[in-house]
Structures are given as structure tokens and as C-alpha cells.
């Protein structure tokens, strides 16, 4: 199913949005700062996001996406600025959803006016804590402050200020993408119509608690680590790279891996009797954690996981009770969960679908069957693609 | 039903059975070393087992424990010289498997001589990375040869010839210590009447070998790792402290989880907002990764799991094929699996079951309905405990 067309578009494909030049918003400033959710503020907060397509006059065919935990705003086409930038690995593939955002695709630019915005604490664009502390002058590091998905949110519905758009067509997201669109449906329950989520459940389960715990582990052990004051040397690539790989397990099924990998050894016939690496599995998680260290920040990656920790939809809203939760919600919801993910495992996802339903109110909830893991929702792109299609441009049903 | 009884006898209880001191036989010298499955050979070797119960005088009672990856040659009873050797851990708790070892358990020393050693390369008195190499005086560290399951089951072989004994009633191991079971049904077919695999598959899966490959790249990434020589110095503790909350996660289940922890904060009513401990899960394996440190070499886990990627029951005897494999089988086999162990699943587990009901040899399988995951096979041990004992004590159906 993943296989039948390829993921890559060329920039002047007719399906591809072509050349992107990311743009830097200052959504809050030092003296007028950015109020946190946990409390305090934070201040200037610069904002990198991206659009594809034409805001039309009405300003109401706007969809926006959501981003991942080490995903960014460049949703597709290929970054203009890469190199520039020394973003290398934006010059090598198009936008992390690419196969979903273009003239045609699911995700229209023909129709649609696409943003994505990278979140605060990232390190593609977004004030983080690689950036500037303005009272040091030096990166904040672990004096960054802790920030959440609400406040994600938040952040989104200030820039769709900034850019005049009072509503939003949708918002979409996948895993920790996923959870920002519920937030949406919450926190914002009248500025949109429909809200779509991939993967993803009103809160993290116990064991995905505990996975971010060891990575998060693994990297503030790391002796390059330093307290997250590290950006003057070397970064603690071997905690962030095991971090990684552990992450990766948890983003593949069981089935899926041994499919791909099973007990194959890697380049050779017989093992090597070494702690080297010798399976297939190991030589695919030595270059995940190698490849993720290039374009990712450790301390970003401690936030980030910390923020996906601390939402809870329930909790939040409805003083624990979902459904009390969900009486908010005023838009048309599609929840797509996968039968082999685990991360965010189907009868997760399907609380806030029944939820919904309790309160009668319209809710479309699909099981994708895939041996793919939480990975899924990027890579059953068939499925996926003609799900949110119709879903998006059909009439809205809630009132 | 894993709550129904203590699982703790003191010494003097008519169950247990009482203080145990464990024994070091010298196996193979210098001069005549033991061969190793990979090639090469390695000597002395020096094993620490422990006995429970009498060996009649015909020398048919004799039960073979096979441990697991973090156990040790010490099942039931509590250790006299834990004290005088420093391990200290065994003064607060009485051995491993202390619920199924005893008189009147299902494993009855009352009836039966029942026997476990530590296995080669382990750091509980059999020779490992931790002693010091002949060649040298001082520790092997990674000049320590890999060792496998095959080793570890001739090992064994070899402590019961020492014995005297020719023949045993049974083996019985979970986990790792499974599937040395399964490798003593293959290796030693004549020797054994029984043999009992609980949760644990001829071979590890796909992920399996992921979560291992990360763990030891926690360890070996530790800077006071140095290349296995730290035996002088600090040891790597927060890697190996990494391995082992990483490794519990996969001991547990999801839903196991949930009903043990939830999303539930330590010691809190309100969320600290650090990346400190938060939630009950982080303080948990916290604990679990700290107190093994006090107790674990870290180049024994790397060994120790090596061994555990290689077993391949169905490459060893069958060129691939494991029904092929286990036309040498001439025990009756029991394999029990529990319902909610990941790390080596029910699917997996039952292949053994079925390519011996495939040769129409006895073999019995259960799975056992659980929450408890991997860690069910010492948990659950009522359920366990009823199995283990009717088949241990029931007529021999193979010939």
C-alpha cells in the first residue's frame, strides 16, 4: 500500500509545491512577552512557519498542520534557503508530509492555504532553547522555560492573528502533531470547522511516559551534556543518538520490524561474535540516532518530550472526565488511529472518538489496519490521503 | 491472584529452605579450558551453583533451574554469606525464585535435588569479564570471549557430570533461562525427561534485538565505560542504570502499567514542571535502574544480552528450520506463555509448541491470561506454580 507511488515529488513536479522559503515571524517581544501555560512568560518569541497555496479572499480555506515531535514547519516542497542555512538534510528530500500537501494531493494548495509553524522550544526557526537568552545573552539552554502543548497552541492561533485568519478550515496533525488538534478542538472550539487527528490520544499512555523518561535519561547522562550548557562544545550526540534509536523502536510494530529487518545480519554471512554491529536492526538504529544528532537539538529534544508528557486533554479541560472535556468541542472530528501502533495504540485514540459520540456529537473514528507502527500515519499514505481528502472538503456537519 | 501469598519465607518457615551457602566448582583450567561455541576456549572456569534438597540414591531426582539474564545460581533460601561477600542484596531478600523452591512447592525439595549455576560470563562467582584473566592478572573486561546459550547448557552439562548425575527429571527456566531449556532439549535429548520453557521463543524477535542494541549503547556510550577497563575506577552507572530502566519497560505491559502507576505524580499533587521525577512510572524505574547498579557488572550485560540476541534454536539444529530442529527432542515438553509478555510474545513462544505437535511429540501449552508481561512468569506464580508442579510430577508421556 505504502509503496505504490513514490514520496518524493521534484520541485517542478506538477504535484510539488516547489521551492519554499521558510518565514520568521516576532510573535511576542521581550517587553510584551509570550504568557506560558505552567506560568511566567517568555519573550521576543520568533516563530518559523511556512504556507503553501493562496489565502483566498474570505480567508476561510485555510488548513493547518500540525508538526510532529522532531518535525518543523517545512511540511513540503523543497526548502529554498537549505543550504543557506546549513539545514543540509532539507536539501537532500522535500518537506516531512510531502506526499500530503501539493496541487492535487490531499492537503489541495490548489484549494487550500496550508501553515505549519515550528513550536516553541524546537530548534528549526522557533525561539528555543538553543536560542539567545536576551537576559545573557548566551543560549538559554536549561533555563529555557517549560513549555506544553497548550502553549503550542496558543502560539498557532496567534500567528493565524498575525495572518488575518479569524478561522481555520482544519487542523490536522499526527502523533504529538495529533494532540495539538485535539487541543485545538478545546481550547479554540469556535475558530474551526474540522479537526483531523493521526495517531494520537488524548494523553500519553504510562509506558509512553516511561520511554521519554530513559531518553531523556540517556541524554542528561551524556557527559557532554553539561547542565544543557553545551553549545560552546560538543553536543551529547551519544545520548541524544540512543535516545533515538529507543524512540524508533517505539515509532515501528514488532511485525513491521521483522519484516524488514528479522535476524538478518548486516554485510555479512556469518556474525562477528562483537559488540559491533551485527543485525540489520542495529545497523538501521545506529544510523537513525547518527543522522538525528546532525539536525537535532539535545535540550529541545528534553522540552519537547516533556511537553508530550504533560498533555492531558481530560485533565486540562474537564477536571479529568474526557467527555466533560469534550462538551467544548464545536468541530466535525476524524481520529485515525493504526492497528500496530503502540505509541499511541488504537483503543487510546478511540477514547476521545467515543467521547465524542457520548455527546452525540459528529465524530468519524478509523482503524487503519498496517504493519507499520505509529509510523503509519506518514507512511499508509494511501489510506491516509483519502481519508483526509473527504474529510476536509466535505460539508461540515456540526452545527 | 499473584497477591494470594507471601512471597517471602523467612529461613525457619517449614517452606523454605532456609539458609543456603552457595558452592565454586572449578569446571576447566588453564591447562584443559573449556571450549567455546564461537571457537576458542577459556580457562579456568570457576562456577558458583547452589543445591536444594537430597540426591537419591539413584540419582533420578535431580531438577536443573536455568536462570535468566539479571539472576544468579542462588533460587531459593537466603544466602548465609551474603554478609561476608559483600552481596548484600541477597541479606534482604531470599532468592529469585523462592516461591517455587521449597519443601511442599511446586519445585519440592522434599522430593526433588534441584540444582542451578550461574552461567558463564555473569558476574554472581562463575567466571566473567569481572575476573581476572590469567594471561594478565587483571579483569578480562572486553577481552572476556563471547559466550552463548550453547556455553552455557554444556556448562551445565558438565556441573551435573561432576555430580554424577546422568540424567535429570527436568529443566526449567523462564526468560533467557527458557531458552536454555529449550537448547538443553536440543543439545542433550537423552538426558532429560522433562523439560519446561516458560515465556520464552527459540529465538529473540526483531525488537527485541533493538531494545538490546540500545541498551548496551547506553553503557558502552557511558564515559566511564572505557572500553569495558573500568574495573579500576567508577563504573559506567548511568548506562547501565539506562539499560535497565529500558529493559523493565519491556518486563511490564502497557496495561500493566496503567493499573500499577497511571499518569499518577510522585510524591505530589501538582506537576513540578522540571525534568526531575514527575511521575510515579519515573520514580519507579529510577529505582529500578539505580539499585542495579549495586548489584551488576555492566560488561555482564553486555555479554549477558549478546547471547541472548544469538540463540537461534532453529539455525543451530535445524539449518534453519525448527521443526527440523526439534526431531531431536525426546522430553516432554511444557511451554507456557503469558498474554501480555512483549518481549518474548505468546505467538512467538507457541512455535516450539507447534513444531513438536507438528512431529507428534508430547508437548504441553498454555498461555497463561495476564497483565503482568514478561515479569508473569515470576509473578503469577500460583497459576505457574499448579502447572509447573503437575507436570514436573506426572508420568513421562515421550520414549
Known amino acids: 500500500m505504502a509503496t505504490t507511488r513514490p514520496d518524493v515529488d521534484p520541485p517542478d513536479s506538477p504535484c510539488s509545491v516547489g ?51 522532531s518535525g518543523d514547519a ?16 532539507r536539501a537532500r528530500k522535500p518537506g516531512w508530509w510531502d506526499t500530503m500537501v501539493g496541487p492535487g494531493k490531499p492537503l489541495d494548495t490548489g484549494r487550500y492555504f496550508v501553515v505549519c509553524a515550528n513550536f516553541l522550544g524546537s530548534c528549526y526557526g522557533t525561539t528555543g532553547p538553543s536560542s539567545p537568552n536576551p537576559s545573557t545573552g548566551k543560549p538559554y539552554g536549561l533555563s529555557f522555560p517549560v513549555v506544553t502543548v497548550e502553549d503550542w497552541v496558543r502560539q498557532q492561533a496567534r ?46 499512555s504510562t509506558q509512553g511516559l516511561a520511554f521519554n523518561a530513559v531518553g531523556r535519561q540517556t541524554i542528561m547522562s551524556d557527559p557532554n551534556f553539561n547542565g544543557g550548557c553545551y553549545y560552546d ?18 515509532y515501528l510494530s514488532e511485525p513491521g520490524m521483522h519484516d524488514k529487518f528479522g535476524r538478518r545480519l548486516q554485510d555479512r554471512e556469518q556474525p562477528a561474535f562483537s559488540f559491533g554491529i ?56 476524524m481520529v485515525v488511529s493504526f492497528s500496530s501502533d503502540w ?23 478509523v482503524d487503519v489496519p498496517s504493519r507499520y507502527g505509529h509510523d503509519a ?21 456540526s452545527s
Not at 74 to 89: M, N, P, Q, S, Y
Not at 165 to 186: D, H, K, P, Y
Not at 233 to 250: C, K, N, Q, V, Y
Not at 343 to 355: K, V
Open 159 to 204: 500567528l493565524l492573528d498575525a495572518l488575518g485568519v479569524a478561522r481555520i478550515r482544519a487542523v490536522i496533525g499526527g502523533s504529538l502533531g495529533g494532540q495539538q488538534a485535539i487541543e485545538w478542538a478545546l481550547a479554540y472550539p469556535e475558530r474551526l470547522d474540522k479537526c483531523i487527528v493521526l495517531a494520537a490520544s488524548p494523553r500519553l
Open 74 to 89: 517545512h511540511v513540503a516542497g523543497w526548502d529554498k534557503t537549505a543550504e543557506a542555512t546549513g539545514r543540509l538534510w
Open 343 to 365: 505509541l499511541y495504540p488504537p483503543a487510546h485514540c478511540r477514547e476521545f472518538a467515543t467521547a465524542l459520540c457520548q455527546l452525540g456529537k459528529p465524530v468519524t473514528y
Open 377 to 397: 500515519f506518514l507512511v499508509e499514505y494511501d489510506v491516509v490521503g483519502s481519508l483526509v481528502r473527504s474529510f476536509v472538503n466535505n460539508e461540515r456537519r
Open 278 to 333: 551485527e543485525f540489520a536492526v542495529e545497523s538501521y538504529l545506529d544510523h537513525q540516532g547518527k543522522a538525528f544528532v546532525e539536525r537535532f537539538d539535545a535540550n529541545s529534544y528534553l522540552y519537547i518530550t516533556r511537553a508530550m508528557d504533560y498533555y492531558d486533554a481530560a485533565a486540562q479541560w474537564g477536571g479529568g472526565d474526557l467527555v466533560e472535556a469534550c462538551r467544548r468541542v464545536q468541530s466535525d472530528v
Open 233 to 250: 562544545g560538543p553536543a551529547p550526540a551519544d545520548g541524544l543518538a540512543a535516545a533515538r534509536m529507543l524512540a524508533h523502536i517505539t
Open 19 to 69: 521551492w519554499t522559503v521558510p518565514q520568521t515571524i516576532r510573535l511576542a517581544t521581550r517587553e510584551d512577552p509570550f504568557p506560558l501555560e505552567v506560568g511566567g512568560s517568555i519573550g521576543p518569541v520568533d516563530v518559523e512557519y511556512e504556507t503553501y497555496g493562496e489565502l483566498n479572499k474570505a480567508r476561510d480555506n485555510v488548513i493547518l498542520v500540525t508538526h510532529a515531535l
